[in-house]
């Protein structure tokens, strides 16, 4: 073999040597991208795990603070049903835990209101947690929080007043939490009402306001559940009660529809925000069985105490005995 054609040969092993080092670089290259690139996302997807678990810590955050600083009512929970004053204890109707669904607390209700008539004085409580919370792992009641035991909430302090000058009286606390955190469609939490409301009615009082944030529509809101009420419960004398949580703008905006109807609208600036009319942490309130239990919820511990829950009553029944209930039903026109 000639000269030539041995730097012949070794041209074309150096060539197909640099072509397999060529080869071998670029797959070498193509490995360490894949790798990397599997690095960066799965460093990424870790960083994006954490900020997910973040934002749901801060969510959770906000919801509790949210139940903090008012409440967390069932959207439908049952009514209080107090029988017409006999020698017997009065008969409360807690709902057991499967009783939650409004079919169910339809159907029971129709059968309730059948109590509300002439023959008795007839009272009705619409109201939040102030009015009536059931019970749940931080409360041991089913009336309002946090009354230190079922007799000394608002509600019931009326229904004894009322009982005390009329004698045979019917009452019933509704939790109506569900209209307050809708934004333009509280109208259709209205009809929950339907079976609460009864021509036999002699007073409602209505505790809404407190769970209020969306303000566009509150005004004609409100002045729809009066008219709504109002055309259910004629011969009834409607009594607002102001924020006991400071909102200028829903206190101000429920005055105005007050004015409108001329209805009495209670002001509670007088304890709002006062921590001696708020029930506390570490207070002892008791469960119906008179057992004891302390307060450690912040929610439950903003809630009006006894003394505030008097001064509601004081102020509400002052405001019912303008009214003669007894002349409104001899007045009514036969059904």
Not at 72 to 93: D, K, L
Not at 188 to 211: F, K, M, P, R
Request: glycine fraction near 4%; aromatic fraction near 8%; charge should be negative.
């Amino acid at each position: 073999m000639d000269e030539n054609e041995r730097r012949r040969r070794r041209r074309e092993i150096q060539t197909a040597r640099r072509a397999v080092i060529v080869v071998l670089i670029t797959m070498i290259t193509m490995i360490a991208v894949v790798v990397v690139s599997t690095i960066v996302i799965s460093a990424r997807q870790a960083r994006l795990g954490r900020e997910m678990e973040r934002i749901s810590d801060r969510l959770s955050a906000l919801e509790e603070k949210q139940i903090n600083t008012y409440q967390t009512e069932p959207p439908v929970p049952e009514p209080i049903v107090v029988e017409p004053e006999t020698e017997e204890e009065t008969e409360i109707v807690i709902p057991s835990e499967t009783e939650t669904e409004v079919t169910e607390e339809t159907e029971e209700t129709e059968t309730e209101n059948e109590d509300f008539s002439p023959d008795s004085i007839n009272y009705l409580a619409i109201g939040n947690s102030i009015t009536r919370h059931q019970m749940s792992d931080y409360w041991w009641g089913d009336w309002g929080m946090a009354a230190s035991s079922e007799d000394k909430d608002y509600f019931h302090l009326v229904k004894q007043k009322l009982k005390e000058k009329h004698g045979k009286v019917t009452a019933r606390a509704y939790n109506f939490y569900a209209w307050e955190p809708q934004g333009t469609d509280r109208a259709e939490a209205l009809t929950l009402l339907e079976n609460y409301l009864s021509e036999d009615l002699n007073y409602v009082s209505i505790q809404l306001g407190e769970n209020v944030s969306d303000t566009a529509t509150f005004e004609a809101d409100f002045d729809e559940m009066i008219r709504f009420i109002q055309a259910r419960a004629p011969k009834a004398m409607i009594v607002i009660i102001g924020n006991f949580w400071t909102n200028n703008t829903v206190d101000e905006l429920k005055m105005r529809v007050a004015i409108k109807y001329s209805l009495p609208c209670i002001d509670l600036a007088e304890i709002r925000d006062n921590p001696a009319y708020q029930c506390g942490m570490g207070t002892t309130v008791y469960d119906a069985s008179g057992f004891p239990h302390q307060i450690a919820h912040e929610g439950a511990a903003k809630h009006p105490n006894d003394a505030a829950m008097a001064y509601i009553a004081d102020k509400v029944f002052t405001a019912m005995e303008t009214f003669d209930p007894v002349a409104m039903n001899a007045a009514a026109p036969a059904a």
